[in-house]
């Protein structure tokens, strides 16, 4: 790494795409998606702009977010995306390449590793890093993860839901499901759609799961009004939505979340399983704010579970203390020039 060449740690996620600058801080967190004419294939916006643009675009306009599942869908979009959010974060007239950390999830396989690093390279990183997403949360949570016990992180977030043990500065079980937010704003419209005959958008998935979500029923609950469109007459029509309503609706995507905590809990050794229930599970990634997720996953699992500080932000601020100590995580990285 030379001496004059700028840091930049980026969280590359599905949903939102966050940009740390040593220093600085938390210098950018813009939604993961790029606006795209049709015809001629131009990128016409990106970020915060472009989702303005998500189910409101003309025919020949198309919003599309190049990360799905939190891997590469589409190489050359992925590949603007980063331009920007290198550009921006730096300044047009920055004279030097960066060196840029990209997290990336655990389940990740070497061709989509190779693609993140390829595409970095392209968009005009010096040297890219590579980092897997649970260490990184374990890192910006706070979790001393160099020391002989085992930590159990679980990020759940918009297209992925990574569990993993960390012992040692290594990951020891680990799974990633490609099971998350956006599967439980889908499982919601679906819900709305068959028991309700009401069409709406993803956005407004998003917001009754944030506004009245919950994973488990509550006794006093939240209720909403839902705006979309009536599938029989096929005019607008609103109607009013309650919590426990969406709890039947999410339980499928949750289980599924579930699941795949319980699979690595299955396959950590008996010492590190000890260390878990002593500590608990941190949960991170912006979907584990749903209310009452780690009420289910301690009903589930029988360990505790809580949610790390400013669980949105704990992968992009490992980036940033993984860069600032270069030299201590260089186990945990996997390079590439």
């Not at 977010?65 to 300044?91: N, S």
């Amino acid at each position: 790494m030379s001496f004059f060449s700028p840091k930049l740690g980026i969280d590359l996620g599905t949903a939102n795409t966050l940009v740390f600058l040593p220093g600085k801080g938390i210098v950018m967190n813009e939604p993961s998606v790029v606006a795209i004419t049709q015809t001629t294939k131009k990128i016409l916006a990106v970020g915060n702009e472009a989702k303005e643009m998500v189910g409101r675009t003309p025919d020949d306009i198309i919003a599309y977010r190049p990360m799905k599942d939190g891997v590469i869908a589409d190489y050359r979009v992925t590949e603007a995306m980063l331009r920007y959010f290198i550009d921006k974060a730096l300044g047009k007239f920055s004279l030097f390449k960066p060196d840029v950390l990209v997290s990336v999830p655990a389940g990740i396989t070497s061709t989509e590793r190779r693609a993140v690093i390829e595409a970095a390279i392209r968009a005009g990183a010096k040297n890219a890093y590579v980092v897997k997403e649970p260490i990184l949360a374990a890192i910006g949570a706070g979790i001393p993860i160099h020391e002989a016990r085992g930590h159990m992180v679980v990020d759940v977030g918009g297209g992925t839901t990574d569990v993993a043990v960390i012992s040692l500065g290594g990951i020891v079980a680990s799974t990633s499901v490609k099971c998350a937010g956006n599967k439980v704003d889908a499982a919601i419209a679906d819900h709305i759609k068959r028991n309700f005959n009401l069409a709406i958008g993803d956005h407004m998935a998003e917001i009754i799961k944030i506004n009245i979500g919950s994973a488990v029923p509550l006794d006093q609950e939240l209720a909403m009004m839902v705006k979309g469109r009536d599938y029989i007459t096929g005019l607008p029509r609103s109607t009013e939505i309650k919590t426990n309503e969406i709890v039947k609706a999410i339980a499928a995507p949750l289980r599924e979340m579930i699941k795949a905590i319980r699979d690595v809990l299955q396959d950590t050794p008996p010492e590190l399983a000890a260390d878990i229930i002593d500590q608990g599970i941190t949960m991170t990634g912006g979907s584990s704010l749903l209310r009452n997720l780690p009420e289910l996953v301690f009903r589930r699992t029988g360990v505790k579970a809580q949610l790390a500080e400013e669980p949105l932000l704990c992968v992009v601020k490992g980036t940033g203390i993984t860069l600032t100590h270069l030299d201590v995580y260089k186990k945990a990285m996997i390079s590439k020039r």
